[in-house]
């Protein structure tokens, strides 16, 4: 894997910077005022945030996987001291504590690294954080009347897609199914999708492509041809050809419009993952795809902190889609 060596370093080093970080805690009264990063959250600070730090450890396990041979020990030793029994066990407690907390994106990004590490020596200790995170997706599905459809972190169909595929590898067929119901409730019926206006100043995420990707995980084969050739007619053709072009980037150390780097590399990921279904235009989906991972590459190891302590994980949905 070309890029093994460099993005495990780049992921262990942001996980053993501490500040910034931006913690999000809610206090709930004047005792609850400690947000030293590594005492609020022992296995989720550096990386600069919450869901950072858990998308960043699951590089480095995904990367593990992938390459070994390739990246040393260090993140091994990096994963040792965040996935302990007594760290994940303060990390499910407070999601419980605060059902709202990291919904959906961190809980997403935490159940892909449950689900990325079912099969290793942090397999036990992360079990109750990938239970937690379960219970909280079936309370909250049936509460939330109306998709998110913005291209940031409160994006529905990112998030359902990521625990879709994390749920269906820790064989909870109940969660699997109850994201499923609601990705066709919710979507199942959209034609026409309208992407003239994509993207947003600081998107991160294409709101046309992460719907279209999640529904290839929900539909048969057949089916989701045929939604796609509704939702987005012409796609690969004469029609929402911006979204295969490059944004507009910058890493100016503007975390927020950082953002548009991560955009270059979901929509490339998206793009690989949707092109089987649109054969006669595969192949056009694949070099918009290239074209956005080869202009932001060098920013994913190289670029200001802003962008480094996130985007290893965005470049591997990428390479492995």
């Not at 070994?68 to 990390?91: S, W």
């Not at 999708?193 to 990707?213: I, M, Q």
């Not at 150390?253 to 006669?280: E, N, V």
């Not at 080869?294 to 480094?308: E, I, N, Q, R």
Request: hydrophobic share 45%; with cysteine.
């Amino acid at each position: 894997m070309k890029y093994a060596a460099a993005w495990a370093d780049i992921a262990c080093e942001v996980l053993e910077t501490p500040y910034p970080y931006g913690t999000a805690h809610a206090s709930k009264g004047p005792d609850d005022v400690d947000v030293t990063p590594d005492r609020l959250h022992p296995a989720f600070h550096g990386s600069y945030d919450w869901h950072s730090s858990a998308h960043m450890q699951w590089s480095l396990v995904r990367l593990l996987t992938l390459a070994p041979d390739q990246v040393g020990r260090r993140p091994i030793e990096v994963l040792d001291q965040r996935l302990t029994p007594e760290a994940i066990a303060t990390e499910a407690a407070y999601l419980r504590e605060r059902p709202s907390y990291e919904r959906p994106y961190g809980w997403a990004w935490a159940a892909m690294l449950v689900a990325a590490t079912r099969k290793t020596q942090w397999a036990d200790a992360l079990t109750p954080l990938g239970d937690v995170i379960a219970d909280l997706v079936l309370a909250w599905l049936p509460k939330q009347a109306y998709p998110v459809r913005h291209g940031v972190h409160l994006n529905s169909a990112f998030a359902l897609a990521l625990l879709h595929e994390a749920y269906g590898e820790l064989g909870r067929a109940d969660v699997v199914e109850a994201i499923r119901a609601r990705a066709l409730q919710w979507f199942g019926s959209d034609t026409a999708y309208d992407t003239r206006f994509e993207p947003s100043g600081t998107d991160f995420l294409s709101p046309a492509l992460s719907e279209a990707e999640l529904m290839r995980r929900v539909l048969l084969d057949a089916e989701f041809v045929s939604w796609l050739s509704a939702f987005l007619p012409g796609l690969g053709g004469d029609a929402h050809q911006h979204l295969l072009e490059v944004p507009v980037t910058d890493d100016s150390g503007d975390g927020q419009l950082a953002h548009l780097s991560g955009l270059a590399l979901s929509r490339a990921w998206q793009l690989r993952t949707i092109a089987p279904a649109l054969p006669d235009v595969a192949d056009v989906l694949r070099a918009g795809a290239d074209r956005q991972v080869d202009a932001v590459l060098p920013t994913v190891t190289d670029g200001d902190f802003m962008s480094t302590h996130w985007l290893v994980s965005f470049a591997l949905l990428a390479d492995q889609a």
